[in-house]
């Protein structure tokens, strides 16, 4: 009977275009930060159209959304789809938003063809997926898989102290529902972020897993002094010094081309006057690499790199490691079903590595997981500017329902 | 009569440490940006004072403070004692204060000694010398001396898009003075902001003028994209590039060693997140050489420079030079009462540059100018451990006292 189900195309880009409006930009993308008041007005816009078509949606203790479409077997673990509704600063209109939101358009097409499936279906909003608020990034489901203590994500901070659990309640996200259900699996449609399905021509990525990862956070201290009146021989200037770094990081990413990336994101320079030299530097460095044993080189490569910029500029040194996300390798018949359904809609598909974090890295810790990437514009990302097509954010969600159906199959003849 | 008088030296030192109060902060330094509620409160004080010694405080419209004293001569021009009360975010206790608080107390002096002098004697307190709020520096000075228009100096803004001139009413600054007045003779005390009096053991140094400044606000445009999933082929990072001109104005200072300095002293990164490559950064430069032609060849290494990096990290540049102030030569009969008022007390003095652009370098070019300058440790100013003693800013007033009152015996002279 489901077959032949597709889902609606022009729905499904009509809520994509509706949601956009929450911290909507004048450049055409998102600023909806996580926890914000613009986070909060599509949490109450995506729950009020999932409890339209018939589902339940709670909350956890750390604002995770999830909309439950009950299935034959109430005691069978739900298959989620599940992504993020936050955005990066100055994001764009589809990251994270069309996993969510084809699972959004998967309820409304499953309620209108009456279809019921052996296991509850769940589409999951998961709280701070980006980072940018609240490092790190993928906090809420990194709780849900345990990765994280629910003390730590609470007592995440962002750049003006106001701690997670604090900006929670301040838009009513905690919920009551217990924190890590079970799920019979996890699926997960997203942009590729990356050049390589738009430079391939094709239309489906089917996740291998996620490349590795660590973050740092740094300081670098050196001495306040007057810009004009301070001989160059007698400076201690932090920001000199992590001009220095930067160089350095990205030295440290070429050195393991072509795969690996080194990024400063995030500097605050003190004082941050025009006429002072800057005293104290805080700045974010980002590595990865696809292979575990890789991005430990590169880890003490870049620390002896940061020891000896700041020993020979005379500056204080505080580095710390903030996150240390190991490579991720996703479940090998959820993948099956993705490149599957991929083959029977006609699309190309290949294998792909994600560059990026997802929610799905941690989830697959707890319940088979993978994820379809679709292309994006010059694989452009984070950006206001990041564009899909119409066309391939459908053929995207058409395989996500299909996964999700064959997944359905398979557990009931697992039951029966 | 008035050869032995001195200043109160612990009533100085108090006037500077109670002044303090009113934005100090916890590591015993000032934040009193330019027409702040912290600024209101310290002009408050200084008015009250003022009045309290049977003085005129009169503001012009750009919020510049003038505390009359009356001389014989009500027609002849002030001998003006001029400096300023604003700081840097992060600023010390002398820088500026000093030099205002000096004049209140010679007014206390002179009012309870019974000094009548023969021209009036005038302290002021000139509005956003720092430049840390409105660039450029010296901007209410520069006015009075017509170096900028009014309107220029009203519609500064500061990074939070604030005019000046809506600052100013907001703490109801502006006054109705007119804007220029003569002065018979422009006097500053201003702590040194170098190394080099306290390493040669100098009281006072006795300022020759200032070096040429000049500074540059640029913005490199590259392209926002994910950290993870933008291979380093494909990046276009604003900050990297940043990076590289901070070093470049490192490289142009050491080249014209040991006289010139150059600082990359505010810096903003757009969007400033952890995972995204920055595509955005705007950055000012502070370029300074005692000599007019030397700064000129490095304003051309600079720029060279900058254009370079921009084309090969295929960055978008916008350049532009905000600040261009010439080599300023104090007047010679100034500069030669302070080296005697010195000499009469028997305090060490030598010649000296200015590093620092200050008010007397605008005020120069309108009124026989010139400055005093005591040590502070380590040459350490704009950092809130700036740091001078009680003996020598006390020595410092004594000599701007007597250059003072020298000045007045000539004009009585000239005027019989």
Redesign the interface.
């Known amino acids: 009977m489901s077959q032949n189900l597709t889902i609606d195309t022009d729905r499904l880009w009509a809520s994509i275009i509706e949601t956009a409006k929450f911290g909507g930009t004048a450049k055409g993308g998102i600023r909806r930060l996580a926890l914000s008041a613009e986070d909060a007005q599509v949490r109450d816009w995506f729950s009020a159209a999932c409890e339209a078509v018939g589902c339940t949606v709670t909350s956890d203790a750390m604002g995770s959304m999830f909309a439950r479409r009950p299935g034959r077997n109430p005691n069978m673990p739900p298959i989620a789809i599940g992504s993020h509704l936050d955005t990066?600063?100055?994001g764009g209109k589809f990251?994270g938003v069309i996993g969510v939101l084809a699972g959004l358009e998967i309820l409304r097409r499953l309620h209108e063809a009456g279809i019921e499936t052996e296991a509850p279906i769940e589409v999951i909003n998961w709280t701070n997926e980006?980072?940018?608020r609240y490092?790190p990034?993928m906090l809420a489901s990194g709780v849900f898989a345990g990765v994280f203590s629910l003390d730590y994500g609470h007592s995440r901070t962002d750049r003006d102290g106001v701690r997670f659990d604090t900006a929670m309640d301040g838009i009513g996200a905690r919920g009551t529902a217990p924190l890590g259900h079970k799920l019979s699996a996890h699926f997960e449609l997203h942009i590729?972020?990356?050049?390589i399905l738009e430079e391939e021509g094709k239309a489906i990525g089917v996740v291998r897993g996620v490349?590795s990862?660590r973050?740092y956070e740094a300081t670098l201290s050196g001495?306040?002094?007057?810009?004009?009146?301070?001989?160059?021989?007698?400076r201690k200037?932090a920001?000199?010094g992590?001009?220095?770094v930067?160089?350095a990081v990205?030295r440290v990413?070429?050195a393991y081309?072509?795969d690996?990336?080194?990024?400063?994101?995030?500097?605050?320079?003190?004082?941050?006057?025009?006429?002072?030299?800057?005293?104290e530097v805080f700045f974010?460095i980002?590595l990865?690499h696809p292979e575990d044993a890789t991005l430990a080189e590169m880890d003490v490569m870049l620390r002896d790199a940061i020891t000896e910029i700041a020993a020979a500029d005379g500056l204080g040194l505080v580095l710390e490691e903030t996150w240390n996300a190991p490579a991720v390798h996703f479940d090998a018949q959820c993948r099956a079903r993705i490149a599957a359904a991929a083959d029977a809609f006609g699309y190309g598909h290949r294998e792909i590595v994600?560059?990026?974090?997802h929610d799905s890295a941690y989830i697959n810790r707890v319940a088979p997981t993978a994820m379809i990437f679709v292309p994006c514009a010059g694989?452009?990302?984070?950006?206001?500017a990041e564009s899909a097509t119409q066309a391939d954010v459908a053929a995207g969600a058409n395989v996500l329902l299909h996964a999700v159906l064959a997944t359905d199959r398979a557990l009931a003849e697992a039951n029966s």
Chains 1, 2 share one sequence.
């Not at 590729?192 to 050049?195: L, V």
């Not at 994600?354 to 974090?357: P, V």
């Open positions: 990066q600063p100055t990251d980006e980072g940018a490092a990034a590729e972020q990356g050049p490349q990862i973050w001495s306040d002094g007057h810009a004009g009146a301070t001989p160059m021989r007698l200037d920001l000199l992590t001009a220095r930067i160089e990205n990413a070429r081309a072509p690996a990336v080194g990024t400063v994101g995030l500097i605050e320079s003190k004082p941050n006057s025009r006429n002072v030299v800057p005293g974010s980002d990865r994600s560059g990026a974090g694989g452009l990302s984070h950006n206001e």
